[in-house]
């Protein structure tokens, strides 16, 4: 096969999932190159045998997903000198037949794109209610979007050019490469078609509280980087952590402090919170209530992330994974 894409593997421990997702390349692409970091389950023999190109970080270095995800570019270019599409998945992500080539076409039809992205699907989104709440989260809007996930296929000279990702960041490094890439002129679209599934693997709130931690981690980092005008990346997200899961609680400890104890009724707007969110969901009750739920509460793992982050700032420290299975 000789159609120019290249595929980046990322994983760690993936075991079976890994399987899934190598098998579900065969025939699909020019070649596939595997990234593993620091596996202790045998992954990196798995792939080998799958006829993948096995690439074993360097484990002197601090493991990120944008760090696997550049090395592993930097090797396919290595391998296939004709790359001209890179799909970046991870091993926990099983790729949909038929994705490849119609996402390459999309590519070909609008030179302006430079990043496309399909539907992500949770495998068993009925497995725990974290996994559902995964898969609400992959049901974006179609059509020109600011970001993409994990899984996208990529034009490899757009890529290159604004130095692939920020391989410091330990979250949240595909929407700041999106960043740069509309800075410079690219588009990032978002199909309608399916793309991967993906097997989340969270059955604990610990999991889920971990997951949400990361990410506020990722949006105080990502407001760092980019959040002056006109970008404003991430900044309002960011904002709301800080406000619901801080100023709030502490406006009512001050009130109670002034006011004496009927003063805890002011958490009843977390509530109210919720009912307003899951009255503005398309889907079922059940799903706009554990959705609304979930984004209220998350807001207190999320500015602990942000604190975490600023933290380490301040120390001149590296951030470090925030791993959650």
């Known amino acids: 096969m000789a159609n120019g894409i290249g595929v980046v593997v990322i994983g760690r421990n993936e075991g079976a999932r890994l399987e899934r997702c190598l098998a579900s390349l065969i025939g699909s692409a020019e070649q596939v190159v595997y990234v593993d970091s620091g596996s202790s389950d045998g ?24 760090r696997a995800r550049n090395e592993g570019f930097a090797r396919l270019q290595m391998v296939l000198p004709g790359l001209r599409w890179v799909q970046f998945v991870d091993g926990d992500c099983e790729v949909v037949p038929g994705w490849l080539g119609s996402a390459q076409a999309f ?17 068993f989104p009925q497995a725990s209610i974290y996994n559902l709440l995964c898969d609400l989260e992959w049901d974006t809007p179609t059509g020109e979007a600011r970001a993409c996930g994990g899984d996208a296929l990529m034009r490899a000279e757009a890529f290159s050019a604004v130095g692939g990702y920020r391989a410091g960041l330990i979250a949240g490094e595909e929407p700041e490469l999106c960043v740069r890439l509309r800075a410079a002129g690219w588009k990032v679209w978002r199909l309608g078609e399916e793309m991967t599934l993906h097997d989340a693997a969270m059955t604990r709130f610990g ?3 971990r997951r949400s931690l990361r990410a506020g981690h990722a949006y105080a980092e990502g407001a760092f980087l980019h959040g002056a005008p006109p970008e404003r990346h991430w900044l309002r997200e960011s904002r709301r952590a800080w406000l619901w899961g801080l100023g709030i609680p502490l406006l009512i400890l001050l009130a109670c402090a002034a006011l004496g104890p009927w003063a805890l009724l002011l958490a009843l707007v977390y509530p109210l919170q919720v009912l307003r969110l899951a009255r503005r969901g398309a889907r079922s009750p059940r799903e706009n209530t554990l959705q609304a739920l979930f984004l209220v509460l998350g807001k207190f793992p999320e500015m602990l992330g942000q604190l975490k982050f600023w933290w380490q700032r301040l120390r001149a420290g590296q951030s470090t994974l925030i791993e959650y299975k």
């Open 43 to 66: 992954s990196a023999q798995r792939a080998a045998a799958l006829g993948a190109e096995v690439l074993a970080l360097d484990m002197a270095q601090p493991f990120t997903a944008a």
């Open 207 to 209: 999991q889920w509280w």
């Open 107 to 123: 590519l070909l039809a609008y030179p302006q794109v430079a990043v496309v992205c399909g539907r992500r699907r949770e495998r």
